[in-house]
């Protein structure tokens, strides 16, 4: 039997954000209001499709004093004292008065062990102390979290009354809590009983095992929407009756806007890898990393600086592209105008090369194609992998207790990608550059998305300050 947990204590006091933390269960009904959780309800955090622990979230103590008046009348001795409290529970089953003490008691009863949350931020009251005993007396290993809610500071106080009533007591904040805090919290529900370790071990383990997962299949994703963006064109027929500078910029939009959205396929990939699926929904509307993929600003930010673009090499080959391919004489006269104002200032430090080539293609059958594309701006990869190195980093730390949109910024360096260690940015360049002659292999394809999970491995927000912050 795997081990559960019932989350239990007063009334909105983050006992649902800590459930929906251990659980990576982001849909759990988080409120400011006290009685946002009604009734008791099983969460169980499965890795690979194997179950590991259970959480119940639970509404909160509404009547301790009444219940615990019912308890004390009836006890004579210690030992009676964990049978009672079943009584309790099936004696007042269906009665309205008691449907909260009912739905946090009764998962108790059955053997969970017990999280007792409060709000270190708020002073310690006599009123806690009933509840208190009321979980002493079901006998079963109890942990206390002090869960901090605002700016107040009592948990000294709260820590002299807690220990009293729980072998071990911990400060966890529910909604920041990082992967170390969470294991380190669940060694600890592994302390509480002998019988409980085995599993919490395993579960500890699998955790572990399934976070190096995620951050591989992240960057096997990465890399294909790498790959899926250098190796993009879009073509449209051309005849003699159209505009051509207008045919030529609805191309160009609508090229960009098929890069956008394999970014975005992308993104809701990595998010789902971590659970954040109903983030996924929230932002399906809005751009997640605020700059656009195509303006100056995301390129100065997330790409590599020029130095660093010139001592790696990936220069040349896109510098000496330089103009419009014109294979049709006349039409490229007319396609060369208005090309730097499609673009924004997207490549201005390069000296204004283009992102992508407009091409006019002749067809065999006399026809002709208009094409843009494939993008063979240098910095391009770089962007694309530094956007996606800061929302991963963003997604993977991210709790599930929190409820705002992820948005970020990052102020301190410009040059995200100047950051990676040496080897790495060698490295990594070396494939972008096989990736953007077309045609990667297979190892080299291998290749990049290791290179891309050792990126991933590195935190973006050691070299520029990274907000995950309220919108
Ligand atoms: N800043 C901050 N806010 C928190 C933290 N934990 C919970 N909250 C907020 O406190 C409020 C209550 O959180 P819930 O998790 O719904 O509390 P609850 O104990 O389940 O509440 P009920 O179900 O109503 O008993 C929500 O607005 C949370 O966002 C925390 O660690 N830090
Ligand atoms: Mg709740």
Known sequence: MIPSFAVVGHPNKGKSSIVATLAEDDRIHIGPTPGTTRRAHHYTLSVAGEPQYVLVDTPGFQRAREVLDWLQSRAKSASERPGLVAEFVRTHEGDVRFRDECELLDPIVAGAGILYVVDGAKPYGPEYEIEMQILQWTGQPRMALINLIGSGDHVDDWRHALAQYFSIVRVFDAVNADFDNRLSLLRGFGELNEDWR?????????????????????????????????????????????????????????????????????????????????????????????SDLFTGE????????????????????????????????????????????????????????????????????????????????????????????????????????RRESIASSITAERHLMDALPDELRRALSRLLKRAAAGGISAADRLSLAQRIGEMLENNPGNTAVVDSDVD
């Not at 085995?198 to 990465?222: M, P, Q, Y």
């Not at 208005?338 to 430090?349: E, F, K, M, P, V």
């Not at 204004?352 to 026809?367: H, R």
Request: hydrophobic fraction near 45%; include cysteine.
């Open 198 to 290: 085995g599993a919490v071990d395993k579960a500890v383990a699998a955790l572990k095992t399934e976070r190096r997962r995620r951050r591989e299949r992240s960057a096997r994703d990465i890399a294909s929407c790498l790959i899926d963006s250098l190796e993009m064109v879009q073509r449209v027929a051309l005849d003699d009756r159209q505009d051509v500078e207008e045919l030529q910029s609805r191309l160009m939009a609508q090229f960009q806007d098929r890069i956008r959205r394999r970014e975005r396929r992308s993104r809701d990939a990595v998010q789902s890898l971590y659970r954040h699926q109903s983030l996924t929904r929230e932002e399906a509307a809005t751009e997640l990393l605020h």
């Open 298 to 401: 995301g390129w100065e930010l997330f790409g590599l600086s020029r130095t660093q673009l010139a001592i790696s090499g990936a220069l040349t080959g896109a510098v000496a592209g330089g103009g419009i391919d014109a294979l049709l004489g006349g039409a490229s006269l007319l396609l060369g105008a208005g090309i730097g104002a499609l673009l924004g200032s997207a490549g201005a430090w390069l000296g204004g090369e283009e992102i992508a080539k407009v091409k006019v293609l002749g067809e065999p059958l006399g026809g002709r194609v208009l094409q843009v594309g494939p993008v063979r701006s240098a910095n391009f990869p770089w962007v694309i992998l530094g956007r996606a190195w800061v929302h991963h980093h963003l997604v993977a730390e991210r709790n599930h207790a």
